[in-house]
């Protein structure tokens, strides 16, 4: 597994930082926010794309966007965390899973663009270039990480935003299982801290506009939250067929026995008023894992820290488990990274596994006033040393996609 | 490679089209076949200063007339309102309404190639944040202009609105799969959605994709990655798959959905089965500027969709060819049958509408899977259009002149995009019909 977040520049980094409830919100610098009515987000610092540069990318790099950027660093480190080479396997035996969007256009570029059309007559157009190429994920992808991991297999590029990450490891399981791949990267990556994204979902009022304290802005179930933080990052979870694994002796984090997906159709930006939808995906993937409610020790919540997610949730939850959900350890790591959005499930499905392997449970941070909406143990404030046979991790989309993974302990 | 569960068989049993040639299949065909191509000036936009400057449009659609859900019309965008329409046309065809069926158990899948929102909408609020100077002054902007800015600009830039405004139409609640793709992405829906049924995850899939090439942004960049041809010559006769001189293509605009069900389902409620979706795969080349790795690609992922629809190559009697029209395309596409079906790509016919519709994008291969269909029904496989000196370096049985009254069982349609992915679905004649 690898990962960069607001919590670090690796997974090991954010982990730690995690477990000791850390916040990785700050005063927005990737433009200048002066006078916004969102100043905040979780920003990755310091990134030195460099590092992560090979002579297959090499040429192409300096044109890599942010988020595709972010994606292939946490590809590198996953590659060598599985103490993978992938050239050592058939190109057809490896593909690549991802949740990703294509880059937005950002406020001068829309004028600049705007000029060429209105100013002229006829209108001249900007030229696409190699650069504007890169913007698609879906081929960005194959340039800065099919073509140096030798992914020729499945290639799954899903963008259902909040939920893309969960879903792009749900479709590389898929492959596995069908016999597709031996080895999938999976995983996902974003970049919304930028003046259009932030824009737009302010606009939308589901952002926390507490500019002045941005280490307390994301406050999942707390009574007082005011909407989610963007965030940006990526996490890459390389997924493998049990027996290949064994061949190689690979070192096995935890296994993934579950996948479940299903749609809120009645509003599209509102989570389902009763939470029966995303019950229906926990639900889903339970039966999917073979696993009785009752064997889930953890729960990584979606917990966006909007009104209506983390209500919905909470219900969606006591749904799905039934007189189990008061016994389950439920935190959402976003109070600490903020909302990665295409990336978000990947690195939640990560951090799941962690707290699987190291037995613990990451805390839910800022969690003051908790809303007697919200009824659950989230885990407050401090991470919480238990044992964890089984996890689930949620994520449920602006676009009605909900889906949830199931992990557990790997054991013979 | 088969799943365990793949004795869960897969039909067809709903087809929605918009296309340029039209919106049935039967229709569609015939205007393959006999013309007129629907290629004329772009009038979606002003393009006198792009290097294309005709399309094949889909001229006939009406917006309001076509989606009457106008609360969500007002929100869509790059060909979302075609996506919607066919949806409808298909779920119509099938006999299914909200209600009709258990929402738990009907999903969907839907390629797209999503662009953001309409800049036009930021426009209003860009001239109301000039400093003295005319250029834009950000406080000024953040001030006075936002409140400008219409909130429905998130949802536009959603890439997956246009399947939640299907889900929502027809109240779906299953499973779910939006796929980002260049071109390959209706072959990659469909074979999610056979993959979604056969693993008993949902027994009924609305799948297919939609796209629109018609705007300056996907006509520079397909400028720059060559499919679109920038030749001079008469409009009509640009895209020639195969062909010696081919060029590329013209830019297009379309969708196609398909109602797939579980065999047993569909029979249970007696609908009519239109066709059988067989096996898919899909491969990338890499690296992808590799000509040779991108045509074994091909070649793999050829086999890997027979493997899958437990069929050898002398099943296969008609392939529905990609034809992008490039000079590596073409020949990495012929290459790449060649290697997986070996003499035999010699001898099964094989053919593409493309040259007749345009460059549909991600709509292509969920239009093409339904011509496939209308193909094996009617026993009838139209010619490509424009190829006039095959490339001899492509041994590929391409056709030339209409084939009529062939017994045509299982048809092979294949997608190949930029940089290097490609995919290919095996289709077939209902179950009960072709006798297995």
């Known amino acids: 597994m690898g990962a960069v977040s607001p919590l670090g520049l690796t997974l090991a980094e954010t982990w730690r930082n995690a477990l000791a409830g850390q916040s990785g919100i700050r005063r927005i610098t990737r433009f200048d926010p002066t006078g916004w009515p969102v100043q905040i987000a979780g920003e990755v610092p310091d990134f030195d794309f460099s590092r992560y540069v090979d002579p297959t990318t090499r040429e192409l790099a300096p044109l890599f ?18 103490g993978l080479d992938p050239h ?51 081929v960005g992808i194959i340039r800065a990480m099919a073509n140096r991991w030798n992914c020729g297999g499945p290639y799954w590029i899903t963008s259902t935003a909040c939920a893309a990450g969960t879903m792009a490891l749900g479709a590389a399981l898929k492959s596995i299982r069908r016999g597709e791949a031996d080895v999938m990267l999976a995983g996902g990556f974003d970049s919304m801290v930028t003046e259009t994204s932030v824009l737009s979902f302010a606009l939308l009022g589901a952002l926390s506009t507490r500019n002045d304290a941005p280490q307390a802005a994301s406050r999942p179930f707390a009574r007082s939250r005011d909407g989610f933080v963007l965030a940006e990052g990526a996490a890459v979870l390389v997924l493998e067929d049990l027996e ?4 190689r002796g690979a070192r096995i984090e935890a296994e993934v026995v579950g996948y479940g997906a299903s749609m809120t159709s009645d509003h599209i930006t509102d989570a389902s008023a009763d939470g029966r939808h995303p019950a229906l995906a926990m639900q889903w993937a339970l039966a999917n894992a073979r696993l009785d409610p009752s064997q889930i020790q953890y729960v990584n919540a979606h917990g966006t820290s909007t009104r209506s997610n983390d209500a919905s949730e909470t219900r969606a939850i006591h749904k799905a488990f039934g007189t189990h959900a008061p016994r389950l350890a439920v ?71 909900n889906a949830t993974l199931v992990f557990r302990r790997f054991s013979e | 490679m088969n799943s365990p569960s793949s004795q869960r068989r897969v039909v067809v049993t709903g087809e929605g089209l918009v296309t340029p040639l039209g919106r049935t299949p039967a229709g569609i065909l015939d205007r393959w076949r006999d013309g007129p191509t629907a290629v004329g000036p772009i009038t979606r936009f002003d393009a006198r200063s792009l290097p294309v400057q005709f399309a094949c449009e889909v001229r006939y659609f009406e917006p309001r007339q076509e989606v009457r859900n106008r609360k969500l019309l007002r929100l869509m965008v790059g060909g979302e309102d075609f996506a919607f329409r066919s949806a409808t046309d298909a779920m119509t065809q099938a006999g299914l309404r909200p209600g009709g069926y258990d929402p738990q158990r009907v999903g969907i899948a839907l390629g797209c190639h999503k662009e953001g929102f309409r800049f036009q909408h930021l426009y209003e609020a860009l001239d109301a944040s000039r400093g003295a100077d005319g250029r834009l002054d950000r406080l000024r902007f953040i001030q006075q202009g936002v409140e400008r800015i219409p909130p429905q600009i998130i949802v536009e830039a959603l890439a997956n609105a246009g399947l939640y405004y299907i889900a929502h139409e027809y109240e779906l609640e299953g499973v779910n799969h939006n796929l980002l793709s260049v071109g390959t992405g209706g072959l990659l829906a469909i074979g999610a959605a056979l993959q979604s049924i056969q693993d008993d995850d949902a027994d009924l899939m609305l799948a297919g994709a939609f796209d629109s090439w018609v705007n300056w942004m996907c006509i520079s960049h397909n400028v720059f990655t060559g499919l679109l041809s920038i030749s001079q010559e008469r409009p009509e006769t640009i895209h020639r798959p195969f062909d010696l001189r081919r060029t590329g293509g013209l830019p297009a605009e379309g969708a196609a959905m398909l109602v797939l069900e579980e065999w047993e389902h569909a029979r249970r409620r007696g609908a009519v089965v239109l066709g059988e979706i067989l096996g898919f795969a899909m491969a990338t080349g890499v690296p992808s500027y590799d000509h040779a790795a991108c045509a074994d690609a091909m070649g793999r992922c050829i086999r890997l969709a027979l493997a899958d629809a437990d069929c050898t190559p002398a099943e296969i009697d008609v392939i529905h060819l990609n034809g992008e029209a490039t000079t590596a395309g073409d020949w990495i596409e012929a290459r790449g049958v060649r290697m997986a079906l070996g003499a035999r790509a010699e001898e099964i016919p094989a053919t593409t509408i493309r040259s007749a519709t345009g460059m549909t994008g991600v709509a292509t291969g969920a239009i093409e899977t339904l011509i496939t269909l209308e193909m094996l029904r009617r026993g009838e496989v139209p010619p490509i259009r424009n190829l006039e000196e095959p490339d001899p370096e492509l041994p590929l049985r391409l056709v030339r002149e209409t084939i009529r009254g062939g017994r045509f069982r299982r048809g092979l349609v294949l997608q190949r995009c930029w940089p290097s992915h490609c995919a290919a679905l095996v289709v077939g004649r209902p179950p009960a019909e072709a006798g297995d």
Not at chain 1, 65 to 82: K, S, V
Not at chain 1, 244 to 247: D, F, G
């Open chain 1, 65 to 82: 966007p942010r988020p595709l950027q972010l994606g292939a660093a946490a590809a590198a480190m996953a590659i060598e965390d599985a």
């Open chain 1, 88 to 138: 050592t396997l058939s190109p057809d035996r490896i593909g690549l899973s991802m949740g990703a969007l294509t880059q937005s256009t950002e406020i001068s570029e829309i004028e600049r663009w705007r000029v060429y059309a209105e100013e002229y007559d006829p209108p001249r157009y900007p030229v696409v270039d190699a650069e504007l190429d890169l913007w698609l994920p879906q």
């Open chain 1, 244 to 247: 290949h694994a064994r061949r």
């Open chain 1, 331 to 401: 935190s959402s790591t976003k109070s600490m990274t903020g909302h990665l959005v295409h990336a978000a499930g990947a690195l939640e499905a990560a951090i799941t596994v962690l707290a699987i392997r190291d037995q613990i449970a990451p805390p839910t941070i800022n969690l003051h006033d908790p809303d007697p909406q919200c009824d659950l143990d989230y885990v407050p404030h401090e991470a919480r040393p238990m044992p964890i046979d089984a996890a689930i991790s949620n994520s449920f989309a602006f676009g009605g996609n």
